[in-house]
């Protein structure tokens, strides 16, 4: 098929429909025209018409035909990815005349790991929704291991909240940081160590652990005991769950690794105690994480403020 590329930008705007696009990117997604004819309500004829139009109107093959379906040829690829910025930008422009239209309603949607989905973000969004009670909320719990950017850059979230050691090294994406969340090591209010006014790290390598799945953490921990000439404790438990650990410790048997701002926000109800140890280890900062150059909704930059107001709260807030 030869190249249309040549062809003036006016006449592709005039041809091009926003539908198509939308098609082309179900069929993309779940290859298969048939699957994709489904989640769009559509009938598969309808589907195979609409793609047939954008290759025509482009004069490129945007789908190879293979015996496990369809999948996108390097046109379609490039094309679904500018476009997602397209719908992405349209999206944002309805929220916003949504906000203005209504101010007191609206969706924004943030991505968070464990530690902060069980501290910063429950305060953040408590109070936003004292002020704005209409306003729904979306969080999308990620790994530490750099997922939620794939999010971010995939613009399915507003913005990401996540721990790092310094400032992101990505061309693409901004990073704010709001405070330095040391780690505390933790037990319940009925440990015998809860009651002991000085500690060392050699004295609690034999006891019950229950640590954090997560590869840094765990690198994190073997640093502080290894400062020591220790190795690291065997452990009991391997979990991330907050739930799980605050529930173990909760028995006075197991000791783990918190943040501050975690232990901060489940001491009075789980009866938890950070132990009189010091880790001695370089504290990470926790950040908002936003895509550079995108223009962001009024309903996620009001919730970013209030995110900023409870990081403050903490007590721990960068000045």
Request: aromatic share 6%.
């Amino acid at each position: 098929m030869a190249s249309n590329a040549s062809r003036p930008l006016n006449q592709f705007m005039r041809r091009l429909k926003l539908r198509d696009l939308q098609v082309l990117s179900a069929v993309v997604q779940l290859g298969s025209m048939a699957k994709a004819a489904v989640r769009l309500a559509m009938s598969q004829p309808a589907v195979s018409q609409s793609v047939s139009g954008l290759e025509r109107m482009l004069g490129v093959r945007l789908l190879d035909r293979t015996s496990r379906g369809v999948e996108p040829t390097v046109y379609a690829i490039a094309l679904l990815k500018r476009s997602r910025v397209v719908f992405d930008e349209l999206e944002q422009a309805a929220a916003e005349v949504a906000f203005l239209a209504d101010p007191t309603v609206g969706e924004v949607r943030v991505a968070a790991g464990d530690t902060l989905a069980a501290g910063l973000l429950p305060r953040a969004i408590d109070r936003l929704s004292a002020e704005l009670p209409s306003i729904v909320v979306h969080v999308m719990q990620t790994n530490a291991d750099g997922q939620e950017f794939r999010e971010l850059r995939e613009r399915r979230i507003d913005f990401a909240l996540a721990r790092t050691t310094k400032q992101l090294a990505h061309d693409d994406l901004d990073c704010e940081l709001l405070f330095d969340d040391p780690h505390r090591v933790v037990a319940g209010t009925n440990s015998p160590w809860a009651r002991r006014r000085k500690i060392e790290l050699a004295d609690l390598v034999h006891e019950r652990w229950a640590f954090a799945s997560n590869h840094v953490i765990r690198e994190l921990i073997a640093e502080a005991f290894a400062a020591r000439g220790l190795a690291m404790p065997q452990e009991r438990v391997s979990a991330n769950s907050i739930l799980l650990r605050n529930d173990l410790l909760a028995t006075g048997r197991f000791l783990t690794v918190l943040p501050e701002s975690v232990l901060q926000y489940h001491a009075k109800q789980w009866s938890l105690k950070a132990l009189a140890v010091d880790l001695d280890v370089k504290p990470r900062s926790v950040a908002m994480v936003w895509l550079k150059g995108r223009a962001i909704s009024p309903v996620a930059q009001v919730f970013a403020k209030h995110v900023r107001v409870a990081a403050r709260n903490f007590g721990l807030a960068r000045m």
